[in-house]
């Protein structure tokens, strides 16, 4: 099946730092979302991506599906923005999301 | 539209016991899916249902594990016996067609 990678797998930045967060995976993809998964559990979406260039506030992510990576940016980082970052993706053949490992954002004041 | 709800959110329970945990979608989503999520992992999916009908289990879904979504609406999920390896954050999310929105979770704990 598709593999899922992401890194960095931890990263601790001060508050204000901008940061870029990245997902490999191996194969074509129908679908690519990136979630932010709370202290609390909850998993927050971010994008739905699967091709292109979104914006939403200081968050940005682009993919480039030819290449099989995205990537999500993160500008002046805010301490709420701490805790783990997770590109999911789903292969053409098949209707389930594989999850990466995430990455875990410690965002310091 | 107030998302994706699960029920219960927390669940203890002895070794051995059977659980049912319940999911109610988005309304007019027709998918749903499953997952189970570890300490420190991914969540994995485990299962996938197109209105009632479930399409998709994966391998992880041993045959204490059962589904279903009996009127293309809310789904349970029932674990049979469990074991202290069950213990876990088992998520549902649901989509219309791609992008998918996930519930708050129910944390099991078998002692």
């Known amino acids: 099946g598709i593999q899922v990678e992401q890194s960095p797998p931890d990263l601790i930045l001060q508050e204000g730092a901008n940061s870029t967060l990245r997902c490999n995976f191996s194969d074509s993809v129908n679908n690519l979302q990136w979630f932010h998964q709370n202290p609390w559990g909850q998993l927050i979406n971010l994008f739905y991506?699967?091709?292109g260039t979104k914006q939403n506030g200081r968050l940005s992510a682009t993919t480039v599906a030819t290449e099989r990576y995205s990537l999500l940016y993160i500008s002046s980082s805010q301490t709420t923005d701490s805790g783990v970052y997770f590109c999911?993706?789903?292969?053409?053949?098949?209707?389930?999301?594989?999850f990466g490992p995430g990455t875990r954002l410690s965002v310091l004041p | 539209d107030t998302g994706v709800s699960q029920d219960p959110r927390h669940k203890i329970t002895k070794r051995g016991q059977n659980v049912t945990f319940r999911c109610d979608p988005i309304s007019e989503h027709n998918r749903l899916y499953w997952y189970r999520q570890t300490l420190g992992q991914g969540p994995e999916f485990l299962t996938y249902?197109?209105?009632?009908?479930?399409?998709?289990k994966s391998r992880l879904l041993s045959d204490r594990f059962s589904a279903e979504r009996p009127k293309g609406s809310f789904s349970t999920l029932e674990i049979q016996r469990t074991e202290q390896g069950d213990s876990a954050m088992y998520l549902c999310?649901?989509?219309?067609?791609?992008?998918?929105?996930f519930g708050p979770g129910t944390r099991l704990t078998v002692t």
């Open positions: 991506i699967p091709s």
């Open positions: 249902f197109q209105n009632e009908a479930q399409l998709e």
């Open positions: 999310a649901s989509s219309f067609s791609t992008e998918q929105y």
């Open positions: 999911a993706v789903e292969g053409n053949y098949g209707q389930n999301f594989v």
